[in-house]
């Protein structure tokens, strides 16, 4: 009896541990249940909305120039070297070098005491010549001489006023002026120094007017013109430090190599600021257009190989493609892909993509 007792204390704490088990397990599954049925529910929540910052400008029309920069060398608009044009040992030197000098001034000059001598001697051979004729004439006139005399007579006065004239010509070469204003650059020789004639004893350079050469590329040769206004400018491209110069000569005939034109320009420079064989920059204007349609540089982006921008359009960013036209610093024409009154985005532009959804914080200056 006690043994079918045990028997069923046994089967009843059995029993017991099953329904805890079955219990706690359906316990699990419905916290599982609860847990996936939120979690998908947080899955289901709509992301918030990224609407994207942007700047933008109104896009107008404008004038619009479009520049060719190219290198150019100062040249002086007169540079002469100035040769002896006799020979002698050098008396004097009267300007130094870097003192202006004006048309006619007398810059050197060389011994012309035996020139003088030559003058002097001269002139005393025609005095007599005249004497001569003036007696010879009268003779002729009182049928004394013959009229083959009165032409010797003549002769022999034409030759003296001709050896006059040579050696006043060699005394004024002893005396060296300058041909025109400008500045002593160089002088060659010193005072007590022999010279040969044709020997280069100074130079002198014009460079309150320069030319500056360029050399233009056959495919622009045909936008320079004879009195075209052209930018200057002395270092780097700066338009407030540009000056104006005049195209005053474009060569006919270009460099077989190089394919150039060489293209002289007229500045003035009273001012003294450029010297000759400096390089400077010039900025021929190829074209000009009136009304131009123009978006900044940094607005156009590459889409492939296309150039696109964005426009706003009700809230939204519309991806506009768009032809690129003449450029003129940092702006660029637009021939095609945009129209007047549109709103070009030029701030946070670069990751939109088309249909986007924006909010303009402002209008960017153009």
Partial sequence: MRRAINTLIVLAGIALCVYVVILASAKNRQNGGNSGKAKAVVEAA????QIAPVKVVVVRPQPMMEYLLLPGTVEAWEDIDLSAKAGGVVEWIGPKEGARVTSGETILRLDSASKVALVNQAMAQLGQAEKQYDRVERLVADRVV?????????????????????AQVSLNDATLRSPIDGVIDRIFVDPGEHVNLGQLVAKIVQTDRVKILANVPEKDVGFCKRGQDVGIFPGEVRFDQMTQGKI???????????????????MDNRDGKLRPGMIVRVGLIRQQIEKALAAPLYAIVDRGDRKAVFVEKDGRAALRYVTPGIMEQDKVQVTSGLSEGDRLIVV???DLVDGVEVKVEGTAQP
Avoid: C, F, S
């Fill in 46 to 49: 709509d992301p918030p909305k």
């Fill in 248 to 266: 005053y000569y474009v060569g006919m005939t270009g460099d077989p190599v190089a394919r150039t034109y060489r293209t002289y320009v007229e």
């Fill in 348 to 350: 946070g532009h670069r």
């Fill in 146 to 166: 013959t009229r083959a005399e009165l032409d010797n007579a003549t002769a022999a006065r034409d030759v003296a006023r001709a050896n006059l004239e040579v």
